[in-house]
């Protein structure tokens, strides 16, 4: 039986749209597709669907409004596009659904944002705030600012972690491209593209096999970046559709249950309560933690907590209460979680048994380095 059945049954659904969408060849504002997507958008929430936007575009469109053509370019660039077409994009949303009785309400969100365990909490009241005023959340990443590029990898990321942050029934990522697709070595080694994959679980290895570049050249993502956000989505048992958005009447047809684009269940991602979503996805890890192949295992298998005698090693300067990675004897990063001392009070204790952590630190908050309860398998 197709999983799609999930479509039709969620609740909340988080929209992204991909700057390609907005944009014809040339440069040019694709007005009527942006026009059939917002009216897609209020026959879904004119059935009772909650959803929240996360849009793309401010930088596509900063470029037309300078009349500088898609290309690599400097940070600095891309914030100054950022900056002056973030203005028009809202002004597209406000206006469309406009027609509609509608508000928006721009919601501006950093990696920072996310990061930081309060400011998250934060964003996830006020856009369930928004939400229970009736507005429209469109939600874009704060170029403007952003010191990093491809902080959130065309936006893809930026809604997996929406969908997580909001606990929502679905994510679609909206792109121009139909999903994904097989792909076939040629004789040369060439990858050639097959048909289109109608549904597929996470699980799969031909996931990875299959998703290639980006081929847009108006976007920063591509197939990978989108396979990585169905993969976070998944960790809250939260399905992806990534189906063409050019596509009239894309998310009708997504409802009514037709073969548009491509499904990823999330296969055994398995749900994680909301503190954990946020270690896992959320949080920026502030260091390493080195574990013995006895304290991996115990971690991985039994869901056990980190004790001070299975860490080996300490990378970093952190505080108790940061996120931290945890690494096995093969370099793998298996788990995240919040530690309970700092990275000094870690190094003196490392190796020892819990016993002695009161001898050694002349105190003792927890017999364990990361408790179970805040330890995320990654």
Wanted: charged letters at 25%; aromatic letters at 6%.
């Amino acid at each position: 039986m197709s999983k799609r059945s999930r479509i039709a049954s969620a609740g909340h659904v988080v929209v992204k749209i991909g700057s390609a969408i907005f944009m014809r060849e040339g440069g040019r504002v694709d007005r009527r597709t942006f026009a059939a997507l917002v009216d897609d958008l209020d026959r879904l929430m004119t059935g009772g669907v909650r959803v929240t936007v996360v849009t793309s575009g401010a930088v596509a469109l900063g470029r037309q409004a300078l009349g500088v053509t898609p290309g690599s370019c400097e940070v600095a660039e891309l914030q100054a596009f950022a900056a002056l077409g973030q203005s028009r994009l809202m002004q597209m949303w406000e206006a469309e659904f406009g027609h509609y009785d509608r508000r928006v309400a721009q919601v501006l969100l950093g990696r920072q944002d996310l990061a930081d365990r309060d400011r998250y909490l934060n964003a996830r009241r006020a856009l369930e705030t928004l939400h229970a005023f009736g507005a429209v959340p469109v939600i874009n990443e704060n170029d403007t600012v952003a010191t990093e590029e491809l902080t959130f990898g065309d936006n893809d990321q930026l809604a997996a972690m929406c969908a997580a942050l909001l606990g929502a029934d679905l994510l679609v990522l909206l792109s121009d491209v139909e999903g994904l697709l097989e792909v076939h070595q040629g004789e040369g080694g060439e990858r050639r593209f097959g048909k289109r994959v109608e549904e597929i679980s996470l699980d799969d290895p031909r996931v990875d096999q299959w998703a290639g570049p980006p081929v847009s050249g108006v976007g920063r993502g591509g197939m990978v970046s989108k396979i990585l956000a169905a993969r976070i989505a998944a960790r809250s048992d939260t399905p992806t559709v990534i189906a063409p958005g050019k596509a009239p009447g894309v998310l009708a047809a997504l409802w009514r249950a037709e073969a548009v684009g491509t499904f990823f269940d999330p296969g055994q991602g398995g749900q994680v309560r909301a503190k954990k979503r946020w270690i896992d996805h959320g949080a920026r890890a502030a260091g390493k933690l080195f574990c013995d192949e006895g304290a991996a295992s115990a971690v991985r298998e039994r869901g056990a907590s980190l004790l001070p005698i299975g860490v080996t090693g300490v990378e970093g300067s952190f505080e108790a209460g940061s996120v931290v990675e945890l690494v096995d004897p093969r370099q793998q990063v298996f788990a995240r979680g919040l530690v309970v001392y700092d990275a000094d009070e870690i190094r003196s204790i490392a190796g020892l048994r819990s016993e002695a952590i009161e001898e050694v630190l002349g105190f003792t908050v927890f017999d364990a380095i990361v408790h179970r309860d805040n330890l995320v398998l990654t």
